[in-house]
């Protein structure tokens, strides 16, 4: 099994651009997260999904878009990259709201 | 006030050493309590979930205190590989609002 997986590992947006970011796992857990983590900050949710066609926001939920079509798959969106979205992203899967299983991380620089 | 709060250290021990954190949270609706390590640059995984009673697994022991809301981890004979950031989580179950502390950040050194 290859766990949680996450594409890109890196990227590198300039202001204004789009992407989208993609969380795989293949454990069939119906929870899904996304964070980031900045210094000093810790990890803060900014989308979650307790199941396939389900999304709910999180603590930082503004500037970012999810959706899950697919219980396997849960996807970030930015739609207009800003400076303060420069973080890394972690996407977490778990199978019924408790221990959670993180993938690599994404790390994002926005110029 | 930060929801999870802990010392961010660093702390520098040597081989051997007993170290202990805390770590206190300030929603008492939350329900469920875990201890994640993370290691510089890698994805946070669990170290262990923290029970009522208190729980233990090896050289590590775990504590809360419901009534303070405060949560321990002890570490004891720290090893080199015992080198990370110690995260602290606490989760309210109804409305799946799981909050991370920031971490604290221990070195065992030889």
């Known amino acids: 099994n290859a766990g949680v997986t996450q594409t890109p590992k890196f990227r590198v947006l300039k202001t204004g651009q789009s992407m989208t970011l993609l969380c795989a796992q293949d454990m069939n857990h119906e929870y899904m997260y996304w964070y980031r983590q900045d210094p000093g900050m810790g990890l803060r949710l900014i989308h979650y999904s307790v199941g396939e066609g389900t999304t709910a926001k999180g603590e930082v939920p503004d500037g970012y878009n999810v959706s899950r079509l697919k219980k396997q798959n849960f996807l970030l969106g930015l739609e207009s990259a800003a400076p303060s979205q420069t973080s890394v992203y972690f996407c977490?899967?778990?199978?019924?709201?408790?221990?959670?299983?993180f993938g690599p991380g994404t790390r994002l620089t926005v110029l | 006030r930060k929801e999870v709060e802990q010392d961010p250290g660093p702390f520098n021990v040597p081989e051997g050493a007993t170290v202990a954190f805390n770590c206190t949270y300030s929603?008492?609706?939350?329900?469920?309590f875990f201890w994640y390590r993370q290691d510089c640059r890698k994805e946070p995984k669990l170290l262990m979930s923290?029970?009522?009673s208190g729980n233990e697994d090896g050289r590590f022991t775990a504590q809360l205190n419901r009534a303070s809301q405060y949560i321990s981890l002890l570490i004891r004979d720290s090893k080199l590989s015992d080198s990370a950031t110690y995260l602290c989580v606490v989760n309210v179950v109804s409305n799946n609002d799981m909050r991370f502390g920031a971490g604290t950040r221990l070195t065992v050194k030889p």
């Open positions: 929603n008492s609706a939350s329900q469920s």
């Open positions: 923290v029970y009522s």
């Open positions: 977490a899967s778990s199978p019924g709201g408790d221990e959670q299983f």
